[in-house]
């Protein structure tokens, strides 16, 4: 199963969810795409852990643990 693929089952399953994506390639087609299905996010690769977690922050604020 793609990513892609179990993002779209992951929203049948919670709507609400938010998620981020992370490719190394995609085309304005498939990045429309993503959008419109809500994706709170999607940078592309590669990518540093430093580039990550201020990407999750910025897309997804942060939660309590606990």
Same mark, same amino acid.
């Given at each position: 199963? *793609?990513?892609?693929?179990? @993002? =779209?089952?992951?929203?049948?399953? $919670?709507?609400?969810? $938010?998620?981020?994506?992370? &490719?190394?390639?995609? *085309?304005?087609?498939? =990045?429309?795409?993503?959008? $419109? #299905? !809500?994706? +709170? !996010? @999607?940078? #592309?690769?590669?990518? *540093?852990?430093?580039? #990550?977690?201020?990407?999750? =922050?910025? $897309?997804?604020? &942060?939660? +309590?643990? !606990?």
């Amino acid at each position: 199963m *793609s990513g892609w693929e179990a @993002f =779209r089952r992951v929203l049948q399953i $919670r709507a609400a969810i $938010r998620v981020i994506l992370m &490719t190394g390639q995609l *085309s304005p087609a498939v =990045r429309d795409e993503i959008n $419109r #299905a !809500g994706a +709170a !996010g @999607f940078p #592309a690769k590669p990518w *540093s852990i430093p580039d #990550a977690v201020s990407e999750v =922050r910025a $897309r997804l604020g &942060t939660v +309590a643990v !606990g």
